[in-house]
């Protein structure tokens, strides 16, 4: 039996539920839970709930503050930096069984969501409406754990991260009180923002048991391009002079040749193996093809190889789905390998410095990985892949992350453009932020006094 809940713990909690049954504390449960997709170490917790209601996750919150239990919030468990791993045990709160639609408002363009339910069923949902919700990380994530993490994804440099589609919602704050904040309008000048300081909280305030989500239209037209050039450095340039000219894509993904490779081998394809973009454009007709055409003649003049244009509706989808599965496609030609995949971002016009710096660290240190990223908001990934076993292969790897990392910062950038802060970027969080950091640890002392909602995360310890 794990020490922080013991037998006479496991059935008050029992009896917080409705059906004692959705409290669980079996062995392969508990090692669900103990890991996301990132390779920080596993820490299983002491019990899991699924609650199915606000009541019941009050409950549970003012249970876990009473015994002094830390307490994390569970979406998809699809996190990349170790966000929602119970790095101190406790009780894990799994929200997966809140998926429900509460309202789709299609004339306000917003919708009521539990925060359960994954992204992708959710556009399933509206795309009879001729809606969709923008933010689209890959992976098939809970809109809850999207929302803690301000996700983004492929669709930001048109759409922006979670955040901006975020209207109001509800929070379980630690001790079991239920606070709304926000409201259905578009637009408030009313106090502080609030709503905004729980996007982005890694699970750190409190529960979110409600969303209330502003929706896009569904674009009447659509259109994909893919660009090769002979080196990195054409395909970085060419992003920068797209931005800067004011277009902008609904996506603009720029691979290495690296990154093509692995997704020609894992998906069937035939791409050219050479740095790429992947751009799409939305909009009315007329928009959609003079971006386009400004899109190949800048590309043409910063020296691209070949573009191509006019991607019928199932290429596109294939195009994206590989790109989706890029991380799994370059595992698989390091088997048996692990990867820390940084997620750095730079003001847009540093990004070809950038990610020079990054491809030139990764010769230095011996370090084989795909070098990809949301090009269009300055975001880029690298994949910094090592034997677990090998103890220098993990030193060079955490070496390349912090250098790579440290440069960002020092050319006006973030230490995260997307995952969060979750474990591993907690060394980081110092420089980035200076004094900056102590306010925000008041105010995680202000909504958490205890310091049990989702410990560990984002701040050093």
Known sequence: MHELIDEADFKELQALLADPARLVRSS??????AHDESPHPQHLPDAVAYPLDTPEISRLLCWAQAKKVPLTPWGAGTSLEGN???????????????????????????VIVQPGLLHTELNQRLAKHGLFFPPDPGAPAALGGMMANN?????????????????????????????RLGSQARFSS???????????????????????????????EMAAAIVSFPDLQMAAATVVGIVQAGIAPAALELLDAGSIKAINAFKGLALEEKPTLFMEFHGNLAAVRAELAFAEERSRAQGALDFRSGLGRAERDRLWEARHQLYYAAAALNPGKRAIVTDVAVPISRLPQMIEFAGERLAQLGIQGPIVGHAGDGNFHVGLFYDPAAADELARAGEANAAIVKRALELGGTATGEHGVGL?????????????????????GLFDPEGLMNPGKIFPA
Do not use: C, W
């Open 190 to 220: 009313s106090g502080y923002n609030l709503k905004g300081l729980i996007a982005g909280s890694e699970g750190t305030l409190g529960v979110i048991s409600e969303l209330t989500l502003r929706l896009m239209g569904v674009p009447p």
């Open 28 to 33: 392969s449960e508990l090692a669900l839970h």
């Open 84 to 110: 929602p791993i119970p790095a101190h045990g406790g009780l894990v709160l799994d929200m997966r069984r809140m998926n429900k639609i509460i309202n789709i408002r299609a004339e306000d363009l917003l």
């Open 151 to 179: 996700a983004a994804g492929i669709q930001a440099t048109r759409y922006g991260a979670s955040k901006r589609y975020l209207l109001a919602l509800e929070l379980v704050l630690p001790g079991g009180e239920v606070i």
């Open 424 to 444: 591993g970027k907690t060394q980081f969080m110092e420089s980035e932020h200076g004094a900056s950091l102590q306010l925000m640890r008041r105010l995680k």
